[in-house]
C-alpha cells in the first residue's frame, strides 16, 4: 500500500522535528497548545495505520541499508502483535500533554520536548525489525524518560531516576550481547530471518536468560520490580501513563517477539519457571497492593500484578493464554495510565498521595469518582469492562494449561478486586479532610478522562474487532512456535496430552503437555 | 607529495617556534591564540586533500596508508578543537602563550608521525617526540603547585614507560632480528617458540598502554588531569590516544587470538576497564573522574585488538575516534563552565542547565555517549567492539565490557544529575555563554550524535584501514 509518504518513519520522525520546534517558543502556554497540536498531527499522520489487514503478514514494511558493513538494516513493519501497542503509544501522548496541563508549571518546553522524543523512541521498539535498531530505540528511551522523573519528579526523585535507570540499563547490556551473539550464530540481525532459523539448545539457553533477563526488568517481574514503585511514586503524572501504558509493555512484547519465536526450546523449558515467577507477580504484587497508604504506590503495585498475567498469558503457549497477555497489555495500558490520570487530578487539588488526605471524595467530586469507579473496576476485571476480557482469557490459558496454575490464579483475581475495593471506599466514602473546598472536573479534565472510558467500554462490550487484529499474528506466532518447538522436541510431542483440549487447529498439538514433561525432554534431545 | 600534512604542521611548528623567541610587545604580529584556528582549520583541509595518499617513504619505515590517513586526519582535527579550546585559558600568561602552542602543535605533530610509523625505532622516536612535549605543557598552569607535581609524574612515568619500551625493542631486534612491522608479522610470537621476542614485545606494547593509559600504566592519568589546566587536559586526555590507538592497531596484526600474549592483553584489557570503572564511582572532580574514565575505555579499546580480525581493527580504530570525540566534547564543556579556570567538582555543575542549557545539554550528550547509549557515537563504536570481537576467544572479555557499561552508567550520570536536577549552591563557577562557547559544544555534539545514528561513511574509511593490515 502506498500514501504518499512512509507511515512508520513519518510516525518517529514527525515527533523529534516537532521537538526540536519547541526551542523556538518563548511561552510556556504556547509550547502546550503546539504540543497538543503536535500530538493530534501524529495521530493524523497514523491514519494510514487504520488500513491495517488482518492478515499474519508484516505490513508497512519499511527497508534500507543502515550500516552495510555489520548488515544492520533500517526495517521497519507492523504485524498484529505491534499494531495495538503503537496506537496505544500514540493515542497516549495527547492524554499526557492535556493531563499535565496544569500540573507541570515549570521548565514546560523541555517536559514537552522530553514527551515528543519518548513518543519517537516508543513507536520506534513497536516497530524496528532489526536488532540493533530495536535496541537502539530501546536505550535510547531511557535518557527521555530518566529526565521525566530527575526533573519533574517528586521528593525522592533523584533516588528513584537513578534507580530506574541503572536496572533497566543494567539489565539491557546482557541485551546486547545477546543480540551479538545472534548475529555471530545466526548470520543476521534481522528479526524476520532470525525466526527462520533454529539455534542449538545451549545456545538457546544463554541467548534466552540474557534476553529474559532484560524484559523481566522491563515488565517488571517479581523480584525485579523494585524499581517500579519508586519510579511511579516519584515520576510525574505524565510520565507515571507512559511508563504504565507503554515503557512496561515493551517488556512483554520482546517476550513476544523475541523469547518466544527466537529461542522457542529454551522458552518451553523455562516456561515452568517464568509461570512460576508470573505467579509469584500477581500474588505478590497484590498482596503488597493491600497494605499500600500511598494511591499511587498501590496503582503500581497494582501494575506489577497485572503484568504478571501478561508474562503468564505468553508462557501459558495456548491461543486463549497470549490473546489474554495481548489483551491485557492494551487494557492494563488504557486502565492504568488512565488511574495515574486520576491520582494526578486529585493531587493537584489535595497535594498529597495518601489515601486518607483524599478521602470523601463522593460528595464532593462525584464526576471524578464515578470515572475512578469505572477504572477500579475495569482494573480488577469486573465484567463488561475490558479488564474482565483479558482476565477471562489468561484464565481459559491457565486452566486448559492446568487447574494447578488456574487454581493459583483465583487469590490473585481476587487480591484485585480487594485492593481496589478498599481504596476505592475509601476514596468515596471516607472522612472528608479538606475535599470540600475542591472543584469537580473541569472540560480538560473531563476530556482526558473520557476517551480511556470510551475504550474500556468498547473492548469490555465488543472486543471483536481486537480479535480480528491479533488473531492471525497469534496464530502463526503459536503455530510457528509449536513448530520449531516439535522440532526441538520430538519425543515431548508424542507424549500423551495431560488435559484433553482442542480450541484452535493451529495451535493444538502440543500445547496439552505439561511444561514440566517437555523440559524434562528437551534438554536431552538437543545436547 | 604524501607527506604534505606533515609538513604543513612542521610549518605551523617553525611559526610558533619562531613567535616564541620575540617578549611578544609591541610587535606587528597578532598573538598566537588569535591566528593559529584559522591555520589549524586550514590543517584539517589539507588532510582531507591528502586523505588518499599512500606509499612508502624513508626506506620503508614511514608508510602513508589509510589506517594513517584515517588518524592523521583525526588528529589535525582534534588540534583545531583544542586549539580553539584552549585560545581562551585564563590561567595561562600572555608571554607563555606562544609556547604553549607550539608544544601542542608539536605533539600533534609528533601523533602524526607515530601513526605513519611502521617501524620500531620510528615509532620510538615519535612517541617521544608527542610525549616530550606533553611533558614541558602540563606544569603551564598558573603558579599552582599541582600542575608541577602532575607534570613531574607524568615524566617520571612517562621516562619509566618509555625506557622499558626500548628495552623491550632491544629483546625483539635480538631474537626476530628485524624492526620492520611487517616483517615482524611474519615471524611466530608464541612463547614455546620465542620467549624472549614475547617478553620484549609486551615491553614495547608497554610504552604505548603509557599512552593509553591502561591498566597497570594508567597511575599518571587521574593526577595529570586533575593537575593539568582544564584545557590542557582535554588536549592530554584525547589526541595522545589516538597515537597510542594506532600503533596498537599496527602492532595487533601480529596478535593472533590464542597467543599468550594476546591472551594478556584482554586480560589487561579487562582489568583496566573494571578497575577504571569502579575507581570513578567515587570521584567527585569531574576531571580525575573522566581520567579513571579513560582508563576503562582503554580497556574497552583492547576488545577490538584482540579479536584478530579486519573488523576488530577497524572497530577498534573507530572506537579511538569516538572515544575523542566524545571527550573533546566533554572537556570543551568543562573548560568552558570553569570560565576562571578552576578544577570543577560535581557539585560546581549543579544547576548548570539553568545557567547555561546549551552547554548542559552538550555535557549530557558526552555524558550519555561515554556510557554508549544510543543514539551516540559511543554506542555505535561500543557496538562495533561487541559484534566483532563475539566468537573470537575472548567472550569473557565481551561480557565483562558489557558489565562494565552497567557499572559505569553510575557516574557519568552523575554529571547529568547534577547538571539537571540540582540547584547552583553558593560559589558556583560563571559559565561562558558567549556564542563561541555555545556553538562548540552544539557542534561537536552533533557530530556525536550524527556518527552514531549514521555511521556508515566513516566506518567504510575505518574498514579500508583494517583491510590493509589484515586482509
New interface residues.
Given amino acids: 500500500m502506498d500514501f504518499g509518504y512512509p507511515v512508520l518513519t513519518s510516525l518517529i520522525v514527525f515527533p523529534l522535528v516537532a521537538a526540536a520546534g519547541l526551542f523556538l517558543i518563548k511561552s510556556p502556554q504556547v509550547a502546550r497548545v503546539y504540543t497538543m497540536g503536535a500530538s493530534i498531527l501524529e495521530l493524523i499522520l497514523g491514519l494510514p495505520l487504520l488500513t491495517f489487514k488482518f492478515i499474519p503478514d508484516w505490513q508497512f514494511v519499511e527497508r534500507a541499508?543502515?550500516?552495510?558493513?555489520?548488515g544492520l538494516q533500517y526495517h521497519l513493519a507492523l504485524d498484529g502483535i505491534s499494531y495495538l501497542m503503537i496506537l496505544l503509544t500514540l493515542a497516549v501522548l495527547p492524554l499526557c500533554v492535556l493531563c499535565s496541563w496544569t500540573y507541570i508549571s515549570k521548565r514546560v518546553k523541555e517536559f514537552h520536548f522530553c514527551l515528543l522524543f519518548m513518543t519517537s523512541a516508543c513507536v520506534g521498539v513497536f516497530s524496528a525489525l532489526d536488532l540493533?535498531l530495536f535496541?537502539?530505540?530501546w536505550?535510547?528511551m531511557?535518557?527521555p524518560m530518566?529526565?521525566l522523573i530527575?526533573?519533574w519528579g517528586g521528593d525522592q526523585?533523584?533516588y528513584a531516576?537513578?534507580k530506574f535507570?541503572?536496572y533497566t540499563?543494567?539489565g539491557s547490556?546482557?541485551l546486547?550481547?545477546a543480540i551479538?551473539?545472534f548475529?555471530?550464530?545466526g548470520g543476521t540481525f534481522s528479526i524476520p530471518e532470525l525466526m527462520q532459523q533454529s539455534f542449538s539448545f545451549r545456545f538457546q539457553f544463554w541467548a534466552f536468560l540474557a534476553m529474559a533477563l532484560a524484559f523481566a526488568i522491563k515488565v517488571p517481574m517479581f523480584p525485579f520490580h523494585t524499581w517500579l514503585p519508586a519510579a511511579h511514586v516519584q515520576a510525574p503524572s505524565a510520565g507515571s501513563v507512559i511508563l504504565a501504558a507503554v515503557l512496561l509493555k515493551m517488556g512483554t512484547y520482546g517476550f513476544l517477539r523475541f523469547c518466544l519465536p527466537l529461542t522457542p526450546a529454551a522458552s518451553e523449558y523455562f516456561a515452568p519457571m517464568m509461570v512460576a515467577i508470573s505467579i509469584a507477580s500477581i500474588l505478590y504484587g497484590g498482596a503488597v497492593a493491600l497494605g499500600q497508604e500511598d494511591i499511587k504506590k498501590l496503582v503500581a503495585y497494582s501494575s506489577v500484578g497485572h503484568m504478571g498475567f501478561v508474562t503468564l498469558g505468553i508462557f501459558l503457549f495456548n491461543v486463549r493464554g497470549v490473546e489474554g497477555a495481548l489483551f491485557q497489555m492494551l487494557n492494563h495500558g488504557i486502565v492504568t495510565g488512565a488511574l495515574f490520570m486520576m491520582i494526578g487530578t486529585v493531587y493537584e487539588r489535595s497535594h498529597s498521595r495518601a489515601i486518607s488526605d483524599n478521602m470523601g471524595l463522593g460528595k464532593y467530586l462525584p464526576a471524578f469518582m464515578g470515572f475512578w469507579g469505572l477504572y477500579a473496576l475495569a482494573s480488577f476485571g469486573f465484567p463488561g469492562t475490558n479488564g474482565f476480557v483479558g482476565e477471562m482469557l489468561v484464565f481459559t490459558g491457565a486452566f486448559q494449561q492446568s487447574y494447578v496454575v488456574g487454581g493459583l490464579l483465583v487469590p490473585g483475581a481476587l487480591l484485585g478486586a480487594a485492593y481496589m475495593f478498599r481504596v476505592s471506599l475509601k476514596m468515596a466514602w471516607g472522612r472528608p479532610g479538606t475535599a470540600k473546598g475542591w472543584r469537580d472536573l473541569n472540560t480538560r479534565e473531563w476530556t482526558y478522562l473520557i476517551i480511556p472510558a470510551v475504550f474500556v467500554l468498547y473492548i469490555g462490550l465488543a472486543p471483536k474487532v481486537f480479535f480480528d487484529v491479533i488473531d492471525p499474528s497469534v496464530a502463526k506466532l503459536l503455530g510457528d512456535f509449536n513448530g520449531r518447538k516439535t522440532v526441538q522436541t520430538a519425543q515431548a510431542a508424542a507424549a500423551p496430552a495431560a488435559v484433553a483440549q482442542a480450541v484452535v487447529a493451529a495451535a493444538a498439538p502440543s500445547e496439552a503437555e505439561a511444561p514440566a514433561d517437555a523440559s524434562a525432554t528437551a534438554q536431552p534431545v538437543n545436547n | 607529495m604524501n607527506i604534505v600534512p606533515e609538513l604543513y604542521q612542521l610549518l605551523l611548528v617553525v611559526a610558533l617556534f619562531c613567535q616564541s623567541l620575540g617578549d611578544g610587545k609591541g610587535s606587528e604580529t597578532p598573538p598566537a591564540e588569535r591566528w593559529l584556528p584559522f591555520f589549524a582549520a586550514f590543517g584539517v583541509f589539507v588532510n582531507i586533500a591528502a586523505f588518499k595518499a599512500e606509499g612508502l617513504l624513508f626506506g620503508g619505515v614511514y608508510k602513508v596508508d589509510a589506517l594513517s590517513q584515517f588518524f592523521k586526519l583525526a588528529i589535525s582535527a582534534g588540534f583545531y578543537v583544542a586549539v580553539l579550546n584552549a585560545a581562551r585559558q585564563p590561567s595561562l600568561e600572555e608571554r607563555k602563550r606562544p609556547d604553549y602552542f607550539m608544544f601542542l602543535a608539536l605533539c600533534a605533530w609528533g601523533l602524526m608521525l607515530l601513526s605513519s610509523a611502521v617501524e620500531l625505532i620510528t615509532i620510538y622516536i615519535a612517541l617521544e617526540l608527542s610525549s616530550y612535549s606533553l611533558y614541558a605543557v602540563i606544569p603551564l598552569r598558573g603558579r599552582e603547585k599541582g600542575a608541577a607535581e602532575a607534570g613531574i609524574k607524568y615524566i617520571l612515568f612517562g621516562a619509566v614507560a618509555t625506557a622499558l619500551a626500548l628495552y623491550g625493542f632491544s629483546y625483539i631486534l635480538a631474537s626476530q632480528n628485524t624492526s620492520y612491522i611487517a616483517q615482524l608479522a611474519q615471524r611466530t610470537w608464541t612463547w614455546e617458540a620465542q620467549p624472549m621476542a614475547v617478553v620484549g614485545l609486551t615491553l614495547f606494547m608497554g610504552g604505548m598502554f603509557f599512552k593509553l593509559a591502561l591498566f597497570p600504566f594508567h597511575f599518571w592519568c587521574p593526577d595529570v588531569y586533575q593537575g593539568a589546566s582544564n584545557e590542557t587536559a582535554g588536549f592530554a586526555a584525547t589526541l595522545p590516544k589516538l597515537g597510542a590507538a594506532v600503533v596498537l592497531v599496527r602492532l595487533a596484526a601480529l596478535l593472533k587470538p590464542g597467543l599468550e600474549i594476546t591472551t594478556l592483553i584482554a586480560v589487561l584489557g579487562g582489568l583496566s576497564m573494571t578497575f577504571g570503572n569502579l575507581c570513578a564511582l567515587a570521584q567527585k572532580d569531574v576531571k580525575r573522574l573522566l581520567g579513571f574514565s579513560s582508563v576503562a575505555h582503554a580497556g574497552y579499546m583492547m576488545v577490538g585488538l584482540v579479536s584478530g580480525t579486519a573488523?576488530g581493527l577497524s572497530a577498534a580504530a573507530f572506537y579511538a575516534l569516538a572515544y575523542v570525540a566524545m571527550n573533546l566534547l566533554c572537556f570543551w564543556v568543562i573548560s568552558r563552565v570553569a570560565s576562571d579556570g578552576r578544577n570543577l567538582q560535581l557539585d560546581d555543575l549543579n544547576g548548570l542547565y539553568k545557567r547555561a542549557p546549551g552547554l548542559a545539554f552538550a555535557l549530557?550528550v558526552g555524558a550519555?555517549a561515554l556510557?554508549g547509549?544510543?543514539?551516540t557515537m559511543g554506542?555505535?563504536g561500543k557496538?562495533?567492539l561487541?559484534?566483532a570481537a563475539?566468537?573470537h576467544g575472548y567472550n569473557w572479555l565481551?561480557?565483562t565490557l558489557?558489565?562494565n557499561?552497567?557499572i559505569a552508567?553510575?557516574y557519568y550520570?552523575s554529571l547529568?544529575?547534577h547538571a539537571?536536577?540540582h540547584e547552583a549552591g553558593e560559589n558556583a563557577p560563571v559559565p561562558d555563554t558567549s556564542a563561541f562557547s555555545v556553538c562548540g559544544a552544539g557542534v561537536l555534539a552533533a557530530v556525536v550524535l550524527v556518527l552514531g545514528m549514521?555511521?556508515?561513511r566513516v566506518?567504510?574509511y575505518a574498514?579500508l584501514a583494517g583491510r590493509q593490515l589484515l586482509p
Fill in positions: 541499508a543502515w550500516v552495510p558493513q555489520w540493533v535496541y537502539v530505540f536505550e535510547a531511557l535518557i530518566y529526565l530527575a526533573v526523585r533523584r531516576s537513578l535507570f541503572l540499563l543494567a547490556t546482557l546486547l550481547a551479538v551473539a548475529r555471530v550464530t | 573488523l549530557a550519555f556510557v547509549l544510543p543514539p554506542f555505535m557496538f562495533f561487541i559484534a563475539w566468537d565481551v561480557i558489557v558489565v557499561s552497567a552508567i553510575y550520570l547529568v544529575r539537571y536536577t549514521a555511521p556508515a566506518f567504510d574498514i
